[in-house]
């Protein structure tokens, strides 16, 4: 499944990178967070960026993705961060619905999927980016994997980042974001089978 979107700016690897804000304090940027709509799973090792008894997963601050992008060795301007920010939540917002349309077929199993934990990958690429690859298409500038607690089921979903076509000038640039359940089952070739007959039966791929 593809979504798109708009974003001003880049976006780090992985919310698991962004830490502590250290030395930011000074630059005005906003110290406050904001609660995702994500569900947060039980988890042994709680990151450092989260809390304990947390029932949502946590964005990071304006201070923290500054802090983070400066160890990164990137050099973020401080009056880009809201929006940075903003990107990234929205960014984080839509790949959870995409995953929770894939859960959907697995509701009567589970009424509350929860992300126990996720990481970037930007330079190994999906066995899928290849293929697409292979076939003329550009590939993903980023990857990430999520895993999701279904009810005591861990299942590992790829999420690939792609940039789109220039909208005009002045246009923000699309991102194209490919999120499915990896294949690491037959249960889930058989929902990615099922949720593309679903897709080709609808009409929407006239579109």
Known sequence: ??????????????LSEVGTSVGVSDLGLNPQRQA????????????????????????????MFFS????????????DMQAVVSIHNSVNERAWREVMAWEALHANECAMP?????????????????ILNTLGY????????WV???????????????????????????MFLDVRPALDSLEAVWDRLTLQMIWMCSGRWRQ
Not at 1 to 14: C, D, G, H, K, Y
Not at 71 to 79: F, I, M
């Open 1 to 14: 499944m593809r979504e798109v979107f708009n974003p001003a700016t880049s976006l780090p690897q992985s």
């Open 114 to 130: 929860r992300l126990k934990k996720f990481v970037g990958r930007p330079s190994d690429y999906s066995p899928k980016a290849r």
């Open 68 to 79: 983070a992008m400066k160890r990164k060795g990137w050099d973020p301007r401080k009056e």
């Open 138 to 145: 550009a590939l993903p500038f980023d990857r990430h994997d």
């Open 36 to 63: 995702s709509s994500i569900p947060m799973a039980l988890i042994d090792a709680i990151p450092k960026h989260q809390k304990e008894g947390q029932q949502v997963w946590m964005y990071p601050s304006e201070q």
């Open 148 to 174: 999701v607690d279904r009810c005591g089921k861990e299942v590992r979903y790829v999420i690939d980042f792609y940039n789109g076509a220039p909208q005009g000038s002045g246009a923000p640039v699309a």
